[in-house]
């Protein structure tokens, strides 16, 4: 599976969009990009995932570039609730594995 | 949320003595993990389950073994448990692609 980078750690107004990039420029073509969330303490829970179209769904909005070595996880309003580590992960669809990195905490200040 | 428990859900239990956790869930996935946490690294896979009675390593599985007789159980054993086996355990399982994660044990080996 494709390494990922993200930032270490963000902030966001309540309210506002919070926009949390991920790097994987090492994907390969039957990758897709995973995003999942930690609330502290809790079990992580699983956000959107996304092949090369951009993706929306209840909880977020996932644009995948062009070259699809990069993507943006966007979270249209957010809230004190979404304060969690968010982690981007690559991986073939259906595979068994989700490799964890250390992800971006996002800090959601009102 | 997906029908997954864990216990127990705290424990304290001294070096060398044998441990074991449980998930059990009620959703009839096929796929059964187990996770640890510390801090400072993401989740890391211990070992997971495709099936009954089938089971594979991750990438930390030294020191654990792992027991699937029914689809709705999933072991962990800590023949003998060490302080480096301090952490917090997360099951998850799937279906086909989006994991769902128990709420977590949090072990301490003294």
């Known amino acids: 599976d494709a390494k990922t980078t993200q930032p270490t750690s963000m902030d966001c107004a309540e309210g506002r969009a919070a926009n949390l990039p991920c790097n994987h420029s090492?994907?390969?073509?039957?990758?897709?990009v995973y995003w999942y969330r930690q609330i502290h303490s809790q079990g992580p829970q699983y956000i959107i995932h996304?092949?090369?179209n951009n993706e929306t769904n209840e909880m977020a909005s996932l644009i995948i570039t062009e070259d699809r070595k990069s993507s943006t996880l966007i979270l249209p309003h957010a809230t004190l609730r979404d304060t969690a580590v968010y982690y981007c992960i690559v991986r073939v669809e259906y595979g068994n594995k989700l490799v964890f990195g250390a992800g971006t905490i996002l800090r959601v200040k009102s | 949320d997906a029908g997954i428990t864990q216990s127990p859900r705290h424990k304290v239990t001294e070096t060398g003595t044998p441990v074991t956790l449980r998930c059990h869930q009620t959703?009839?996935?096929?796929?059964m993990y187990w996770y640890r946490q510390d801090p400072g690294h993401g989740l890391r896979l211990i070992h997971y389950?495709?099936?009954?009675?089938?089971?594979d390593k991750g990438e930390v599985s030294d020191g654990y073994s792992v027991s699937r007789s029914k689809t709705e159980d999933f072991l962990l054993t800590l023949e003998s448990a060490t302080s480096s086996q301090t952490s917090v355990y997360f099951c998850?399982?799937?279906?086909?692609?989006?994991?769902?994660f128990g709420p977590g044990t949090r072990l301490t080996v003294l």
């Open positions: 996304g092949l090369k």
């Open positions: 090492t994907i390969s073509g039957n990758e897709y």
């Open positions: 998850a399982i799937s279906e086909f692609d989006e994991q769902f």
């Open positions: 389950s495709y099936g009954v009675k089938d089971t």
């Open positions: 959703e009839n996935h096929r796929y």
